[in-house]
């Protein structure tokens, strides 16, 4: 599915990962670092309103004029081409890499994407307490969840990971080259307080009305359900709150912070 990088401009995950990016304690103004950024370049946008130069920031993108955008706003050693082969081009240490992939965490038969490979390249040319985000499709495959998170090279430890719902479901895991749990901590809460700025300013999140749901605990058993995306769910159940009534039922946000629209009235149980 093509990359809709207009729509995704107003995505609050988007904008969480990128202010958190931004906000990261390692990240400097002499910092270099590594982003799969769209044609809209939130990401190295976001690293140089927070002083990187421009040149120090390579922009992955496997389309040619996306990297000619990010070329003309001043990222010189950007790279046209799959993230696989690129990273095995650059050979510098960096302070954070963003790898936003929109894929699902296997090996693609037809590109020659790997994201395993990619995470392990990633990892060797971290700085030490750099920071590795990656970003997954987890619908499409089975276990989908399970399979990100077992991507991890021992060098790698983690400080947070969110899954969300978007076009189909998503997971985020935020790796940082660290032992310390005080560092992973900082992490984890750096992550949270951008999520809560940007859940505070984005325009359609109807706070008056959330208010009203937000306190209603809920069980939610995910009953039959033919999308593909969705299978590995039914049957399960997940405890969370609503965040507003929609046509089809509620939206509900989970304890592990995923957020799911649509949940049918008869799936949900008050506890
Ligand atoms: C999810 S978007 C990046 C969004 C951006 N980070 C932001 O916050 O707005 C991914 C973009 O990179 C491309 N892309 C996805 N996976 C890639 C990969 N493994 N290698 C190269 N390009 C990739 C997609 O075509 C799309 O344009």
Known sequence: MPYNASLKRSSAMKQTMNNFIAHLPLVKTSSKAIVIDAETLQSSKALVARGLDPANIV???NEEHVIELAKNAGHSKSMVGISTEVLRKLHSRYDCIYLDFCGTPERSQTTGWDPEKDILMAADKLNDSGVL???FTTGHIRHGVRKALLIRPDTLTKAHQVQY???SP???IILAKTRSCQYL???ERLYLEMEQQVQKVQPNSKRKRKR???TERVRVTWKTD???DYKEWIGKEFYGTVLKKVKKGYNIKYDDGQIVDNIPCHWITRV
Do not use: A, P, Y
Request: no cysteine.
């Open 226 to 228: 033919d999308r593909d």
């Open 185 to 187: 901590q900082t992490l």
């Open 165 to 167: 719902s978007e076009t």
């Open 133 to 135: 985000i990656v970003t």
């Open 170 to 172: 998503m997971i985020s």
């Open 59 to 61: 922009v992955i993108n």
């Open 212 to 214: 009203q749901h937000e």
